[in-house]
């Protein structure tokens, strides 16, 4: 099983600024199959990214994916308060398909 | 328009079983896996397995294996997601999703399962 840990647990950050959040692999993905959601309360995940890098429709470009094997990033620039979520990375190499713990970003 | 649509909040004793519907319409139905995840109270998400509705195929993750069951019927676009054996821990939303190749695209509303006595 592939264990996926996300850091930092919390960030909180004010509208402009860059959030960078981290998902580190127990072991590397195969085929960069890692896999970006943003959640917000009360709603179904979102999809941002997959393929590490790929940005899903309609998701605005101030969202990139990068990363490969073990390491894979998140990265938000110019902060806006409707970022405010919870954000996920999930891979989906081999089953089972595990979900890191997530990452609260709160906007200031 | 594509979307799943999921069954209403249910409540159970433990010891019981539910079983939750997600409706897909906008779509073939039969060309996408459908993956099931929960999310319990104030936590993550939490994989549980995935059927092919084309074939019948399921895969379940082991943690759920002999209390799982995920099935489909084609003439409806609907699949379901039964757990037995309810208990305490299984309190969460359960989530349909749509496996787009890997990434899932699209996601139904959620149905919250709550167990208690």
């Known amino acids: 099983e592939i264990v996926l840990t996300q850091s930092p647990g919390t960030l909180s950050l004010s509208p402009g600024e860059r959030a960078t959040l981290s998902c580190r692999a127990g072991?590397?993905?195969?085929?960069?199959?890692l896999a970006w959601y943003q959640q917000k309360p009360g709603q179904p995940p979102r999809l941002l990214f997959y393929?590490?890098?790929n940005r899903a429709t309609g998701i605005p470009d101030r969202f990139s994916g990068s990363g490969s094997g073990t390491d894979f990033t998140l990265t938000i620039s110019r902060l806006e308060p409707e970022d405010s979520a919870v954000y996920y990375c999930?891979?989906?190499?081999?089953?089972?398909?595990?979900f890191g713990q997530g990452t609260k970003l709160e906007i200031k | 328009q594509v979307q799943l649509v999921q069954s209403g909040a249910e409540v159970k004793k433990p010891g019981a079983s539910v079983k939750v519907s997600c409706k897909a319409s906008?779509?073939?139905?039969?060309?996408?896996?459908i993956h099931w995840v929960r999310q319990a109270p104030g936590q993550g998400l939490e994989w549980m397995g995935w059927?092919?509705?084309?074939?019948?195929?399921?895969n379940y993750a082991q943690k759920f294996q002999g209390r799982v069951t995920m099935t489909g019927d084609t003439s409806i676009s609907t699949a379901y997601m039964e757990v037995s054996r309810l208990r305490s821990d299984d309190t969460a939303v359960y989530y349909c999703?749509?496996?787009?190749?890997?990434?899932?695209?699209?996601w139904g509303q959620g149905t919250l399962v709550t167990v208690s006595s």
């Open positions: 999703a749509r496996d787009r190749s890997g990434p899932y695209d699209l």
């Open positions: 906008g779509y073939t139905f039969v060309g996408y896996y």
């Open positions: 059927i092919n509705p084309n074939s019948g195929t399921t």
């Open positions: 072991q590397s993905v195969s085929g960069n199959y």
């Open positions: 393929g590490a890098y």
């Open positions: 999930q891979h989906y190499d081999t089953s089972p398909y595990t």
